[in-house]
């Protein structure tokens, strides 16, 4: 499977915004989504996860349950990241990652994709 990862761009803080994750491939459906951010300096921190639709549960990283919705829709193979009230953190590239475990560590991921750039300006 390829990823590629869209909808990033400049936005407002307060904004709204979906990033997608469009998979090619035929096997999306077993995988299990994450999305990671990185902002330049720092580490890639986790951001959420969803496991495949038969089991559909989703994992969160610290302080982004409120703001953050991870979602797919196998059907399109795509996963969508939602992220409300935007703020000047949260200025990152995001990357989308696929892999066959459902934990929050970057290692147990197998797939990247290139990742979009998110700039929140005040």
């Known amino acids: 499977v390829e990823l590629a990862e869209s909808g990033g761009g400049l936005v407002k803080a307060g904004d709204s915004l979906t990033l997608s994750c469009t998979a090619s491939g035929r096997t999306f459906e077993i995988y299990t989504m994450a999305w990671f951010r990185q902002d330049p300096g720092k580490e890639r921190e986790f951001v959420a996860a969803?496991?495949?639709?038969?089991?559909?549960?989703?994992l969160y990283g610290d302080s982004k349950k409120d703001r953050f919705t991870i979602s797919r829709d196998d059907t399109k193979t795509t996963a969508f990241l939602q992220i409300t009230n935007l703020r000047h953190d949260d200025s990152a590239v995001y990357y989308c990652?696929?892999?066959?475990?459902?934990?929050?560590?970057?290692?147990?991921?197998?797939?990247w994709g290139q990742g979009t750039q998110v700039t929140v300006s005040a």
């Open positions: 969803i496991t495949t639709m038969m089991v559909g549960e989703t």
């Open positions: 990652a696929a892999g066959r475990i459902f934990v929050p560590r970057e290692d147990s991921y197998d797939v």
